[in-house]
């Protein structure tokens, strides 16, 4: 498809290394990443007046759970919207702007929580940190694939970790935060908002400042050069194959984060366990979300997207049958072992669409197609938690006891997932994947010695704080079994 290039020598600047990529998208990812434990602020947000309890005129929590709700619809829609501008500008400048979005986001709810006011709370987490939100999700994922033209699975999957890890980081921090800032009748809120956005908005500029585009032709040893050429995103979406991807996403997330958002009733309904274990089964099935993430998309790079997706699909409608089953049964361990490979292909979904998209269209504004694919994450994000939910209370309130209450929706899940099957059936083979590398023939690369002090710095700023999330994670998983 493409001329092939007689001999391109490739020389990489001294003291650099494309290693040094994946630890700046890590520090954005690890930042934005803090929204999935949001949750965390939602009981103290309601008693700001109260202190220790709701008083009159304190927020109901039907109200606060909207900054939530919000920030997840403004990423979708932010991604969507600005791909193009992302593709243009580059990713600097897109992780500075994200940086200033999502801590400003968070300096401006801290004065919503100070002053009490609800539209000055959603306006700046759920508006202008949304955004930030939806701008740091893809910035980094067409520059990796560029740097990782041998690995796109990988390298995107070393980055979307950072997206589920980031919840293992922001829930402990936050609860540590307001534990040192509460006093007598001040949950401390207010000041936790404004050290978690001077903090987040550092570490993000930190991956600002360290990330940068491969010259021109640049190919690892070995390896063929990312391709300049491919569709532009308003050229992608008006593909049968996009609204394919599309479909699939879909169908994997709203499954994926529907067991996610009530995993805790769901053990303890179905298996009467504690809350503590219930906590605990939360704690592990997110360590496998997160796993999940790196783990699968690099298995891509060998088996293909579509047999990837295909096992996602294929092995998730049975796992997702099983699960009423294994209540039927009494058998928690085999629901917990299942769970926990769902979660794992959840996050494996997400970290491995950025490079079916790049084989099916080519690198040129693969951050902008992702953008516009992102809409099928803000619409699962409603779809999925609220099918549980309401088929759960509709089945209650029919008489069906609440450990019955999950079958039928699950059964439904595994009927979405089939769908999403057939559409990943459906997927033509990547046109662009033959043309997505140019063929270099005689290649010379030749590598500047590795920069081994400047890697480790950068690697242990962001693995550092992953590490303790983890730790934290992995305490509260022993609940499971302490408490079971």
Known sequence: MFACLDRVRTVAS???????VPPAALAVHLSIGQAYAFSVFNKPLTQLLGGDAPAAGDWPMSATIWTFNLAFFCLGLSAAVFGPWVERIGPRKTMAAAACCFGGGFLVAALGVAWHSLPLLLLGYGGLGGVGLGLGYIAPVSTLLKWFPDRPGMATGLAIMGFGGGAMVG???????MAAFRAPGVPGIWQTFVAMGVIYGALMAFGAALVRVPPPGFAPAGAMAASSEGMTAAEAIRTKPFWLVWIVLFANVTAGIGVLGMASPMMQEMFAASPD????FVGLISLFNLVGRFVWSSASDRLGRKATYALYLGLGMALYAL????????AQGLFVLASCVILSMYGGGFATVPAYLRDLFGTVQVGAIHGRLLTAWSLAAIAGPSAVTYAREAQVAAGVQP??????VLYALVALLAVGFVANALVPR???AAG???ALGDVVVTPAPKPWALLAATWGLVLAPLGWGVAMTAKKAMGLFAGG
């Open 14 to 20: 001294p003291g650099w290394s494309r290693w040094l």
């Open 171 to 177: 829930s402990p921090l936050a609860m540590e935060l």
């Open 277 to 280: 274990a219930a906590a605990g």
């Open 323 to 330: 699960l009423p089953a294994s209540a039927a049964w009494d």
């Open 403 to 408: 450990a019955d209450a999950y079958s039928a």
């Open 430 to 432: 990547a046109r662009m």
């Open 436 to 438: 997505a590398t140019r």
